[in-house]
Antibody
Framework: QVQLVQSGAEVKKPGASVKVSCKAS????????LHWVRQAPGDGLEWMGW????????KYAQNFEGRVTMTRDTSINTAYMELSRLTSDDTALYYC????????????????????WGQGTMVTVSS | DIQMTQSPSSLSASVGDRVTITCRAS??????LNWHQQKPGRAPKLLIY???SLQSGVPSRFSGSGSGTDFTLTISSLQPEDFATYYC?????????FGPGTKVDIK
């Protein structure tokens, strides 16, 4: 069964960092781009960035540039998202999502679909 | 950046009703448009990709249409399990922005 399994909930203090993992099961991580999306309580979905697990290339949303790092360990089919300098505004559910049918040209990437989502990881930032 | 809007923001409907949700992009995105369904406490689920293609395993009562800047998600006969929030999302060039969502609840 194709799925993404994320690590468990985290509670962090303001100013700290958090690292969330996303393990691909039923497919090879390097075959598809991997995205991170977050959802604050009661809010909508916010795209954070993508990782090309094959090359290690990344593209981050402007709101997160300088604070987010997306990496992978292909030997264990797992991707990671680390967010630093946390504030209470970072309290949210963090999802990883796979995209398929993608290609990149002229520095822009296009995807057919975001088809598989992880179950989400709750990150709470509180003093 | 391209902005995505949805209307209505919420609607109340009855089982068996035909429901239509609209999504608009601030610039031409071709057919790079996904529709996702999200139920409380659950991850989003892909319903429609490439504006009008039904994702495998999704009931045929869901359909999508449109291209360029204007898109529509239609549920032909609303079922009890369809009460949820629906999000459109562009998938052409970063950032892959989501619409603000349309909450469908029971009348």
């Amino acid at each position: 069964q194709v799925q993404l399994v994320q690590s468990g909930a985290e509670v962090k203090k303001p100013g700290a960092s958090v690292k969330v993992s996303c393990k691909a099961s039923g497919y090879t991580l390097t075959g598809y781009y991997l995205h991170w999306v977050r959802q604050a309580p009661g809010d909508g979905l916010e795209w954070m960035g993508w990782l090309n697990p094959n090359s290690g290339d990344t593209k981050y949303a402007q709101n997160f540039e300088g604070r987010v790092t997306m990496t992978r360990d292909t030997s264990i089919n797992t991707a990671y998202m680390e967010l630093s300098r946390l504030t209470s505004d970072d309290t949210a559910l963090y999802y990883c999502a796979r995209s398929r049918g993608g290609y990149c040209t002229g520095g822009r990437c296009f995807f057919e679909a975001f088809d598989i989502w992880g179950q989400g990881t709750m990150v709470t930032v509180s003093s | 950046d391209i902005q995505m809007t949805q209307s209505p923001s919420s609607l109340s409907a009855s089982v068996g009703d035909r429901v239509t949700i609209t999504c608009r992009a601030s610039q031409n995105i071709g057919n790079y448009l996904n529709w996702h369904q999200q139920k409380p406490g659950r991850a989003p689920k892909l319903l429609i990709y490439s504006a009008s293609s039904l994702q495998s395993g999704v009931p045929s009562r869901f359909s999508g249409s449109g291209s360029g800047t204007d898109f529509t998600l239609t549920i032909s006969s609303l079922q009890p399990e369809d009460f949820a929030t629906y999000y459109c999302q562009r998938s052409s060039g970063a950032p892959f922005t989501f619409g603000p969502g349309t909450k469908v609840d029971i009348k």
